[in-house]
Structures are given as C-alpha cells and as structure tokens.
C-alpha cells in the first residue's frame, strides 16, 4: 500500500479563533462593517461560531492587536477608523474635535468643561488628565497647571453640572412647597440625564460640598420651611428626595457600561434570560411572582422617566401627610 508523503497531506484546519478572525477580517474587507460599527461581541461570537467565550476573547484580541479593531467605552469593540492625520493639519470641521490651545488661552473652565465632555460621551471611567489634554490639543502636562489632580478635576466637573440647574424667584410660589419640590426633583433628574456620571460620585452618607449642589438644598429645604417642620425632618425629607431621585439616575450610567462590556441591548440580554425566566416562572417556589410576570402580557418595559413620575405622587402624598401632621390641621395648607 503506497505511503501518503507529508507533502500529499491536507494541511490541519486552522484553530476555531482564526476561523472567526478570518471571517470578520472579510466583513470588514467587504464593508459589511464600516469603521466605527461594532463588531459581534463576545457573547454573539460565542452563539454564532459555537465556541466557548475564551475562544470568542481570543478572536477578538487579536483583532485588536492587529489594529482592526478597538474597544470604546460605553459602545463596545468597534472597527477602529483609518490612522489619524497629524492634527495642527486637521480642521476641526473634519475631526469633531478642537484645534491645538495655545497654552496663554488655556483656564481651568476650558479645562472643566474638556473633562465634561469626556465624561458625557465616554462614562467617567474614559476620563483621564491625558485625555482631556489631547482633546484640548495641548501637552499632556498642561492640565496640572489648573487643577492638581483627577479627583479634583471630578469636583469642579460636578459642581459645573450642579450649576446648570436654573430655578425660578420662589416668590413665584408662595407657600406652594408641593409644586417647589416637585420642580426640584424634576431639575435635578434632568441634570443626572444630561451627566450621568454624576449619580456615581458619591453616597449619600458622603455629600458633596459643593456649592452649585447647595443651590439645589436650598431650594428644596427652602420648599419645606415655614410648615411646621422641625429641622430633622426637614433634613430627612430633603435627603429621602435626593437620594429616590439619585437612586434612580444610578442605572442610567450602569446601563451603558453594561451594553458596552456585553455588546448586547437590554433586550438582547433579557433574551439570553429566557430559561432562567422560565425555571422561575414554573417554579411553586414564586407563585405570585410567577402570575404577575404571566399577566404582563407582552412584557415590561422599564421607563425610567416614567418610573420617576410614578413613585414621585405618593411620596410627596406621604410627605404632604408629614406637613399636615405638623401643622396640626387635617388639611394642610397647600396639598
């Protein structure tokens, strides 16, 4: 029986990685991926190849050590653009970003609201002193001169936040704490939209002690006073507001750091649920839990805007019970 030579042999398949390496390479080779579009994360590769997720990581890694694709904060791994031009020869029309700073124009605002901006696009886990001198186009150094370091740069980024809230002359509601809070707690939700970032800084039990947040307590302890209230519970209302809308705003940050390290939207994540949804659900363990996710129908759709206006009417009816106990009426003024 003739012997088959090494040369005749068919060469061993490549390893399932550089299968999936080869594959995305082509996609991105044939424009089914631009640059910029995300490519499968882990997790798709995983489900679309059938391989384990250290083999999906490992696709992806050298990808990335190739060049052909870069991790962005908040969005995931991406097909990485075309190298970046020297920037002094690139308009800022065409890059998005800003012109070189020449060091004289450079102040602690320009530096505040780079940082910002980085935080506001990127999460505030992007943010560094070197990022935000390259966004301002100057040496990596020249931020130091305005601020001495990260953890104070996050103080004045926040209380610049804290400072785009606008409130109203309270004389425009005499005695109408109700309508007072209710306009706080919705300004305040608005700046934790804007920044979500700012919703991580800190817990309760550790306030900041900035002064555009002050601005904030004054408004909503100013709402409370001359109702009867002693100072602590003054105090505790204010902070119960603070801390339901801030709780709230929390997810809104996490939501985006989970969407970019899994690559998957919240409902591509509720899907990879379903069995576990369902061992639940047939489970006698969660009989109530079991009827009310039933009787939901086509599902639930978690509106955090909403959410927000849903709990806000009974816990200012519980506050306005707090007000009229104090006042010692069974009706309290401006209910």
Not at 12 to 19: D, F, K, S, T
Not at 221 to 232: Q, T
Not at 251 to 260: G, I, P
Request: glycine share 8%; charged share 25%.
């Amino acid at each position: 029986m003739p012997r088959t030579t090494r040369s005749e042999q068919s060469p061993p398949p490549p390893p399932p990685y550089l299968r999936i390496v080869a594959e995305i390479r082509r996609r991105v080779a044939e424009g089914e991926l631009a640059p910029g579009d995300r490519v499968p994360s882990t997790r798709q590769i995983a489900r679309e190849w059938g391989v384990a997720p250290a083999t999906a990581t490992k696709a992806l890694a050298r990808l990335e050590r190739e060049g052909l694709v870069e991790p962005r904060p908040r969005v995931g791994t991406v097909v990485a653009g075309p190298a970046e031009e020297p920037r002094e020869e690139r308009p800022l029309e065409t890059t998005g970003r800003r012109l070189p700073s020449p060091p004289e124009l450079l102040t602690r605002e320009r530096v505040v609201e780079a940082a910002v901006e980085i935080a506001d696009a990127e999460g505030l886990a992007a943010l560094s002193m070197r990022g935000v001198a390259a966004r301002l186009g100057v040496a990596a150094m020249s931020p130091y001169r305005y601020v001495d370091s990260k953890e104070d740069l996050v103080l004045l980024m926040a209380d610049a936040a804290f400072g785009e809230a606008e409130y109203p002359d309270a004389a425009t509601f005499p005695g109408d704490w109700r309508a007072r809070v209710e306009l706080g707690t919705r300004t305040l939700w608005r700046l934790y939209r804007k920044h979500p970032w700012l919703a991580q800084l800190h817990p309760l039990s550790r306030p900041l002690m900035l002064p555009n947040l002050m601005v904030h307590a004054e408004w909503m302890l100013g709402a409370l006073d001359g109702h009867g209230l002693d100072p602590v519970t003054m105090f505790d209302l204010h902070v119960l507001l603070y801390g339901y809308v801030q709780g709230l705003a929390v997810n809104l940050e996490r939501e985006a750091q989970a969407a970019a390290s899994t690559g998957l939207t919240e409902d591509e994540w509720l899907d990879g649920q379903a069995a576990a949804m369902t061992r639940i659900l047939t489970s006698p363990r969660f009989p109530v839990v079991a009827r009310v996710i039933t009787g939901l129908g086509d599902g639930y759709d978690l509106d955090l805007d909403a959410l927000l206006e849903f709990g806000l009417r009974p816990l200012l009816d519980g506050i306005a019970a707090i007000v009229e106990a104090a006042q010692g009426s069974p009706r309290g003024a401006n209910t």
